[in-house]
């Protein structure tokens, strides 16, 4: 079957049972379907300020929680009809549960862990019942027991939050969350799900922003998922589709001007042997070349300093980049890299970055992406990267790459997954719909 019988084949199979819902997020479903038809990338997101490079001096503040949550164990992708209809019967699931009155508001107050008695236990209790996170059973309903502390640490993991079991604000905000807004998010997520995932083919790679994970799909399912490290609010990662041409070892970090302005130029006044440290070169255009010159001749605290210079990093331990950088064209400068900062990676929440998306382990992506060239392994990405040689790796044949923001999606074992809408698009996208 040709690709474009295959997509309208799909259309007509999704165009029948959505009809069933009527409408979605206040958007007709014949509408959402034409707009499933057209050609092309999805729009482009955009963010409060532009999407650059990582920002590798300002750390996460020392408040956020850690967490090791675990990533989903099923292959099957999130971008396929078994992550598209599971999301499609989350909704009618959800829908009932509003028919029958929903849940309870649980009151905020001190953490709750497992041995403690309080009135809002049975609040707790109920509400992950509702939702199927425990089954009812019998015993003290004010006890906080074994059974609800597992209870809790499914729904954390659903939540994307730390799977310490215990019932803390975060926890509670999250259960507090009314089920009206947990359909609309599912509706509107589904939305964009129709949007993108009949396009893609049996090879490709899917950046969940909102998710803050990479998925590697080979033949339909998925070879390789890993963590990442996304934008932060004012720095937002795009939503973008485009075709991964080739992969950097020892990769260069040409700072962007916006980076260089709000990140390193308080660094470089505050320490005059910063970039010297850092690895970091002054460079000028002069007589029809680029020339490098010394960082004590330049006078930092001149106006637009930053835009007679440029600054850029040597492959390094400290490099900004990490040791891999995966290319594709897009307009925004973003691309996926390594970084030199792994511990982000086990916290819960992992919008750090400037606008480019950190790959934890990501040399087993590069290893994947290069794979069909005859001349490239991981062997021999380790032993270029171990000496210091900067290359650049051309894949055997582009791979699409799909660049989507996802805060409620389904696993194929029908595990419904909810994420904050930390850059705000689903209150706007949900705004416009109605």
Request: hydrophobic share 40%; charged share 25%.
């Amino acid at each position: 079957m040709s690709q474009s019988r295959t997509l309208r084949a799909k259309m007509t199979n999704r165009s029948r049972a959505l009809k069933r819902f009527g409408k979605i997020g206040g958007f007709d479903i014949l509408a959402l379907l034409a707009i499933f038809a057209c050609a092309g990338t999805p729009a482009a997101a955009s963010g409060a300020g532009e999407p650059q490079w990582i920002d590798p001096w300002a750390p996460p503040s020392a408040a956020a929680e850690a967490a090791e949550a675990p990533l989903a164990k099923s292959n099957v992708p999130t971008l396929s009809d078994e992550g598209f209809w599971p999301v499609v019967r989350a909704i009618a699931a959800y829908k009932e549960i509003a028919r029958r009155g929903g849940w309870g508001r649980i009151p905020d107050g001190e953490r709750l862990e497992q041995g403690i008695r309080d009135a809002r236990v049975a609040l707790i209790r109920k509400r992950l019942i509702a939702t199927g996170d425990m089954a009812a059973g019998s015993g003290d309903p004010l006890l906080f027991d074994r059974g609800l502390a597992e209870g809790v640490r499914r729904f954390q993991a659903r939540h994307g939050l730390p799977l310490d079991g215990t019932a803390g604000h975060a926890t509670i905000a999250a259960m507090n969350v009314p089920v009206a807004a947990r359909i609309r998010q599912l509706e509107v997520n589904l939305k964009r799900l129709n949007e993108v995932a009949p396009k893609v083919g049996q090879r490709y790679v899917f950046v969940n922003i909102a998710g803050q994970e990479v998925e590697a799909v080979e033949n339909g399912r998925i070879a390789l998922r890993k963590r990442v490290i996304v934008g932060k609010e004012d720095r937002q990662t795009p939503e973008y589709s485009s075709r991964i041409n080739s992969v950097t070892l020892n990769p260069y970090w040409n700072v962007p001007q916006s980076i260089a302005v709000k990140d390193l130029l308080p660094k470089i006044k505050a320490d005059p042997r910063f970039l010297e440290r850092m690895g970091i070169r002054v460079l000028k255009w002069s007589n029809g070349a680029e020339r490098e010159v010394s960082s004590a001749s330049v006078d930092w605290s001149s106006p637009a300093v930053t835009s007679r210079y440029r600054l850029r990093q040597d492959p390094s331990r400290l490099n900004s980049l990490g040791t891999v950088k995966v290319n594709f064209p897009n307009p925004y400068s973003v691309y996926l890299h390594d970084t030199p900062v792994k511990s982000l990676f086990s916290r819960g929440a992992r919008n750090f970055s400037s606008g480019c998306v950190r790959v934890e382990g990501v040399r087993d992506l590069a290893a994947w992406l290069l794979a069909g060239t005859g001349s490239w392994n991981r062997a021999r990405i380790d032993a270029t990267i171990a000496g210091g040689e900067h290359m650049d790796a051309a894949l055997a044949a582009p791979v699409p790459i799909y660049m989507l923001y996802l805060t409620a999606w389904v696993d194929s074992d029908g595990t419904v997954n909810f994420r904050n809408d930390v850059y705000r698009r689903d209150t706007k996208q949900s705004a416009l719909s109605n």
